[in-house]
Structures are given as C-alpha cells and as structure tokens.
C-alpha cells in the first residue's frame, strides 16, 4: 500500500510539475486568456477545461496501452525522451529574445478574431429569430444554452486542437508510460485547471507579464531533472 501510494504521489508531482512549466506562455494559455477577456469566463474556463480533461485523458491511455512492452524499455526509452525535451528547451529558451511571447500572443488574437468573425456571419445568416416570440422564450433559451453555446464550443474547440500534438500532450503520454497512470490524470488535470484558472482570470495583463523565455528555460531543467533522477530510480521501484 505504500509502494502504491508513494508511486500516486510521485506521478502526481512528476505531471502536475512538467504540465506547468509546459503550459504557462503556451498557445492554450493565451486561447484561454484572450476569450475570457471578451466572453463569459465561467463558459471560456469550462469548455477549454474540457478539453484539457478530454486531452489528458487520452494521453494517459495512449500512455498506459504501451506498458504491455517490458517496463525496463518504456522507463529508459521515456527518459531519454525527458532528456530531449529538456536540452530542446533550454535551446530554445536561450535563443529566445525577452519578449518572445508577444508574437504568440498576437497569433493567438489574430485567429480568435477570425473565428469571431465567423461566428458574425453565421449569426447573420442565420437571422434575429422571431421578435413576436417575446423576452419570456429567449431567457430559458440563454440559460439551457449557457455551457453549450457557440463561445463554449469556440473554447474547447480551439484549445483541443492548439493541444494536439503539443509538448504537454506527449509529456502526459510519456508519463503515463512509466509512472501511475491515477496519479498522471490526476497531476495533470490539476495542472491544467491552475494554468487556465490563472489565464481566465489574469487575463491580458498576465499574459503580457509572463516572460516565455524564463519559462522555458525552467520547463528545460525540470525535464532534466526528471531524466537524470532516473540514474538512482531502478525500472523494477513501482513508481
């Protein structure tokens, strides 16, 4: 009960840490950052946290459908693959100028605009709808289509695919390879939702104020860290 306990607490530090050095400055943190300044948060917040839920999720099993190749393999293929993603990043952080992030951030906006403006003209082909119907029908309508509507829709279809493929996904698969699976979905969810929270709520002015290149090169160490502590962890520890 211990070993297995102590294997949850690990994957869960191990996701929680790696899911957050990935994701502050990421594309999904300035999606989630740039709608709440424009939408209702509690629908940004929900529908990119779906999203991340869903992602996670599918890593995770992605991760653990591998754990029928002998462990010994999964654990050293899974840290050289931390000791890649951690030299990457500290090249990349230290070629990055201090205000790297801006560029993101503009792209970001640029495609959250034109999604608005799709968005528009669908409004409009689709026209006001019946005036005489009155206020009484459009309240429910407001209130049943809260967590559905096309701004929820827009959150978590942006954020799932500015997730797909990106260095947290793999991460999460890569974890889930060699630590508890419990513990990844859970670290990782959690880590999801403090990094979004914050982007919610902060908003622009956090968004401008994270430097991406500090970040990154913290995000390179902390995977190192994770590769080299496999030097003193045997494959056959359980965690």
Not at 169 to 177: D, N, R, S, Y
Not at 184 to 199: D, F, N, P, S
């Amino acid at each position: 009960a211990d070993k297995t306990n102590l294997g949850f607490i690990h994957a869960f530090v191990a996701a929680i840490s790696v899911i957050i050095v990935s994701e502050l400055g990421d594309k999904t943190f300035f999606i989630a950052a740039i709608m709440a300044m424009r939408y209702n948060r509690l629908t940004v917040l929900a529908g990119a946290m779906l999203a991340l839920g869903l992602m996670t999720c599918l890593s995770v099993l992605f991760g653990y459908a591998t754990t029928v190749i002998p462990r010994v393999y999964t654990y050293y293929v899974s840290t050289a693959l931390f000791a890649i993603f951690g030299i990457r990043m500290l090249r990349e952080g230290l070629k990055m100028s201090p205000d790297e992030g801006q560029e993101e951030l503009e792209e970001v906006q640029a495609e959250i605009k034109k999604k608005d403006e799709e968005l528009q003209r669908t409004k409009l082909l689709n026209g006001p709808g019946d005036v005489e119907s009155g206020p009484s029908t459009t309240i429910p309508q407001k209130k049943w289509l809260h967590f559905i509507s096309p701004i929820f829709v827009q959150a978590f279809t942006l954020t799932f695919l500015a997730e797909w493929g990106d260095r947290s996904q793999l991460t999460t698969i890569v974890l889930a390879a060699r630590e508890d699976p419990y513990g990844v979905a859970v670290g990782g969810t959690v880590g999801h939702c403090l990094c979004t929270g914050l982007a919610v709520i902060g908003g622009r002015m956090i968004a401008q104020k994270i430097s991406v290149r500090t970040v990154t090169i913290i995000g390179g160490i902390v995977f190192l860290a994770f590769a080299f502590s496999a030097l003193f962890i045997s494959p056959d520890s359980g965690f």
